[in-house]
């Protein structure tokens, strides 16, 4: 099948009905009415906050979400004159709204600043809200991380043509099908704006892959030569500069492995066209490397799904540190998270268990007073001393923690020498269990979050069989 033919297999499959299209821009702005009317007094034509405006956002507003995807983000733009506290308050008509209104559940939730996080059920499905306050800024004067997003939409919309729309909605389901699709922390993938923009510059999805495939590291992506000297601030395995904020870096939320994975993904698709791109396929696992396996399983409160990741992240790299400084040797591994209140790491190790005893090098000894102190400070638990060929004292040791899983045991609710981040630690502390081996494989069995990540470990993905 060639490629024209398998694009429009595709957004056949993932383009939503114009008359979805119509009934969903109608219920975003009926809320949006909403809005504006909830930021008036009773019986008063006085605004209680300073709105300039109140604007739909992301990839509805722009004409790029996929079917059964769609997110309404509505952005309430304050005057540029108004303040922080203005920004948080200015909430309180999206939550009068929502309260107002039958079959809605919101959440307060926290990035930079707050925000709402509604749900409700449109045409049989739910459809997720978000309300956002932001500053009606020029750019350059960014007063919040949020104040660019509705210059994002209006850039798309100025330059887009309806082609390139349905370009980006095939682009973004090859990402999504192939799990590099989201700049959140947990992902750390391709962001919805950046594949926008790799359209906008490369004008298809066939030329974006062929860029790809083609990529090197001395690559970058801008959209105005005058922008250029601001690559230079960047250093990042994909260097992508925001056009309306030329000075950021959008590549800096995708993590390197998702890169190097979508340049093989470009040039193999090229290579050998297929719809099996497109459709999402489980992870063959390979059993036999289960006895090499530890998961390190625990409970914790609920956050936010980037708070939550942005600690998991940061423990399990500590921990992965950990591990490989006490000479285990962690050839893959993994995070999991049902991203409410249960957590993993998953590691494959080379071994298990390692020899008992441990190599201790210390100093040349024609450091007369370095030797000394050496041999004083490792009387007690060596085994041997010895000069080695290279005029180095040696000391052989008793490794007190042979078994990986008696060293992790140990570790926790020992001066957090796993390094776990504040915000889960005594949840870790209290509640963390390990397995190991097979155990894991029986574990993660009624846990389809926790089962899907052996794959990350144990497994092969379909693109490299």
Same mark, same amino acid.
């Given at each position: $099948?060639?490629?024209?033919?398998?694009?429009?297999?595709?957004?056949?499959?993932?383009?939503?009905?114009?008359? /979805?299209?119509?009934? !969903?821009?109608?219920?975003?702005?009926?809320?949006?009415?909403?809005?504006? *009317?909830?930021?008036?007094?009773?019986? @008063?034509?006085?605004?209680?906050?300073?709105?300039?405006?109140?604007?739909?956002?992301?990839?509805?507003?722009?004409?790029?979400?996929?079917?059964?995807?769609?997110?309404?983000?509505?952005?309430?733009?304050?005057?540029?004159?108004?303040?922080?506290?203005?920004?948080?308050?200015?909430?309180?008509?999206?939550?009068?709204? &929502?309260?107002?209104?039958?079959?809605?559940?919101?959440? =307060?939730?926290?990035?930079?600043?707050? %925000?709402?996080?509604?749900?409700?059920?449109?045409?049989?499905?739910?459809?997720?809200?978000?309300?956002?306050?932001?500053?009606?800024?020029?750019?350059?004067?960014?007063?919040?991380?949020?104040?660019?997003?509705?210059?994002?939409?209006?850039?798309? &919309?100025?330059?887009?043509?309806?082609? $390139?729309?349905?370009?980006?909605?095939?682009?973004?389901?090859?990402?999504?099908?192939?799990?590099? /699709?989201?700049?959140?922390?947990?992902? @750390?993938?391709?962001?919805?704006?950046? *594949?926008?923009?790799?359209?906008?510059? %490369?004008?298809?999805?066939? +030329?974006?892959?062929?860029? $790809?495939?083609?990529?090197?590291?001395?690559?970058?992506? /801008?959209?105005?030569?005058?922008?250029?000297?601001?690559?230079?601030?960047?250093?990042?395995?994909?260097?992508?500069?925001?056009?309306?904020?030329?000075?950021?870096?959008?590549?800096?939320?995708?993590?390197?492995?998702?890169?190097?994975?979508?340049?093989?993904?470009?040039?193999?698709?090229?290579?050998?066209?297929?719809?099996?791109?497109?459709?999402?396929?489980?992870?063959?696992?390979?059993?036999? =490397?289960?006895?090499?396996?530890? !998961?390190?399983?625990?409970?914790?409160?609920?956050?936010?799904? #980037?708070?939550?990741?942005?600690? &998991?992240?940061?423990?399990?790299?500590?921990?992965?540190?950990? =591990?490989?400084?006490?000479?285990?040797?962690?050839?893959?591994?993994?995070?999991?998270?049902?991203?409410?209140?249960?957590?993993?790491?998953?590691?494959?190790?080379?071994?298990?268990?390692?020899?008992?005893?441990?190599?201790?090098?210390?100093?040349?000894?024609?450091?007369?007073?370095?030797?000394?102190?050496?041999?004083?400070? +490792?009387?007690?638990?060596?085994?041997?001393?010895?000069?080695?060929?290279?005029?180095?004292?040696?000391?052989?040791?008793?490794?007190?923690?042979?078994?990986?899983?008696?060293?992790?045991?140990?570790?926790?609710?020992?001066?957090?020498?796993?390094?776990?981040?504040?915000?889960?630690?005594?949840?870790?502390?209290?509640?963390?269990?390990? %397995?190991?081996?097979?155990?894991?494989?029986?574990?993660?069995?009624?846990?389809?979050? &926790? /089962?899907?990540?052996?794959? #990350?470990?144990?497994?092969?993905?379909? %693109?490299?069989?």
């Amino acid at each position: $099948m060639d490629i024209n033919s398998i694009k429009k297999l595709v957004l056949k499959k993932h383009k939503p009905e114009p008359s /979805y299209t119509k009934q !969903l821009s109608k219920f975003a702005n009926n809320l949006i009415d909403k809005l504006w *009317c909830n930021n008036y007094q009773d019986q @008063q034509k006085s605004p209680i906050f300073p709105i300039s405006d109140i604007v739909l956002g992301g990839s509805v507003a722009k004409g790029t979400w996929l079917k059964d995807t769609a997110d309404i983000d509505i952005f309430i733009k304050l005057d540029a004159d108004s303040n922080r506290t203005d920004l948080e308050h200015s909430l309180e008509i999206g939550k009068n709204t &929502l309260n107002s209104l039958k079959g809605y559940s919101w959440s =307060l939730r926290y990035s930079e600043h707050p %925000y709402i996080e509604a749900e409700t059920k449109f045409l049989g499905k739910i459809i997720k809200i978000n309300i956002v306050s932001c500053f009606d800024v020029n750019p350059k004067d960014w007063k919040s991380a949020a104040d660019r997003s509705p210059h994002h939409t209006d850039y798309i &919309l100025d330059k887009f043509t309806p082609k $390139m729309k349905d370009e980006v909605r095939i682009l973004k389901q090859f990402l999504i099908s192939n799990k590099i /699709y989201g700049a959140e922390i947990k992902i @750390q993938g391709f962001s919805g704006y950046v *594949c926008e923009l790799l359209i906008l510059k %490369y004008k298809n999805f066939n +030329n974006v892959l062929k860029h $790809m495939g083609d990529f090197s590291p001395e690559t970058s992506i /801008y959209f105005d030569e005058s922008h250029s000297k601001f690559t230079k601030l960047h250093d990042s395995p994909l260097i992508m500069l925001d056009p309306v904020d030329p000075k950021r870096n959008l590549g800096t939320a995708i993590s390197s492995q998702n890169l190097n994975k979508f340049i093989y993904l470009s040039t193999k698709f090229l290579n050998n066209p297929s719809n099996k791109f497109f459709i999402s396929s489980k992870t063959k696992f390979n059993e036999s =490397l289960s006895d090499n396996l530890i !998961l390190v399983y625990f409970k914790h409160d609920k956050k936010t799904i #980037d708070t939550l990741w942005g600690q &998991l992240r940061r423990s399990f790299n500590h921990t992965s540190n950990y =591990l490989s400084k006490n000479n285990f040797n962690v050839i893959r591994s993994t995070i999991s998270s049902n991203d409410i209140d249960q957590s993993a790491f998953i590691f494959l190790l080379e071994n298990l268990s390692i020899s008992n005893t441990r190599l201790h090098i210390g100093p040349s000894s024609h450091m007369k007073n370095e030797s000394i102190a050496f041999i004083q400070k +490792n009387k007690r638990q060596s085994l041997s001393f010895w000069i080695n060929s290279d005029g180095k004292l040696n000391s052989l040791q008793p490794r007190q923690y042979p078994r990986i899983k008696d060293l992790i045991t140990s570790s926790i609710n020992s001066n957090n020498v796993l390094g776990i981040a504040p915000g889960i630690k005594d949840s870790f502390d209290k509640t963390s269990k390990i %397995y190991t081996g097979r155990s894991v494989i029986s574990f993660s069995t009624n846990k389809s979050w &926790l /089962y899907d990540s052996l794959g #990350d470990v144990i497994g092969t993905e379909s %693109y490299l069989s």
